[in-house]
């Protein structure tokens, strides 16, 4: 059985067709290269992986289930994303990454909290910045210790190595690829077409929101 798979999925807004009769299959352990030209598709496809949005055509099913009837908390703990623009809340780098706890009401495990820190190049220092102070590339690293605080089953991103410098992409990638190893899937959207190649066993390419091709690549 696929764990994620897209049925005949269409998508409007405002009677604008975003995506058309979208039809995919991801298993578990897959890592997923997205690409295509701006406005194909591609942040509406991954919002509704994870059910911020919801088809208007068609169905989403993980592992065999309609997405529609799980528990929208639960999906979430199951299915994470990190989007390009992260949103950061709350005053504090400390407030972000306490939530993933407080949400699972659990003890903040500061101990974990440093070391994902660290493997970003964050140091201890962090955790008692103003979110509003910080550069666009620490938020993206900062959106993204947050997210894997707690491993998923399945990570979306969105061209969250935008605001990166190349040493800063790097660690972001290997880190990734170290999730993806563990079983992770990875469903992630990319500009950088020598990105979208560099880890990948399948390549996605959405135009005029449909899906162009599904290809293995690896």
Same mark, same amino acid.
């Given at each position: ?121 964050? &140091? ?43 040493? &800063? ?50």
């Amino acid at each position: 059985m696929e764990q994620l798979a897209f049925r005949d999925v269409s998508y409007r807004q405002g009677g604008k067709e975003i995506l058309k009769d979208v039809s995919a299959q991801f298993s578990a352990g897959d890592f997923v290269s997205i690409v295509g030209p701006s406005g194909s598709g591609k942040s509406t496809f991954l919002r509704l992986c994870c059910h911020l949005i919801s088809p208007t055509e068609g169905k989403i099913l993980f592992h065999g289930r309609d997405m529609l009837q799980e528990n929208p908390i639960e999906l979430r703990e199951k299915i994470s994303c990190c989007f390009q623009e992260p949103a950061l809340w709350g005053e504090t780098v400390a407030d972000n990454l306490s939530f993933p706890y407080q949400i699972r009401r659990l003890k903040v495990d500061r101990e974990k909290i440093l070391s994902l820190l660290a493997r970003f190049r964050l &140091n201890e220092s962090y955790l008692a910045h103003d979110v509003r102070s910080l550069s666009g590339g620490e938020k993206q690293r900062i959106s993204l210790v947050r997210t894997l605080l707690f491993e998923p089953e399945i990570l979306l991103l969105d061209e969250v190595t935008s605001a990166l410098d190349a040493e &800063n992409t790097e660690l972001v990638e290997k880190e990734i690829l170290r999730l993806n190893r563990k079983g992770v899937t990875v469903l992630w959207v990319t500009h950088n077409a020598a990105q979208s190649r560099k880890y990948a066993n399948r390549l996605l390419t959405l135009e005029n929101g449909r899906i162009q091709s599904l290809e293995g690549i690896k």
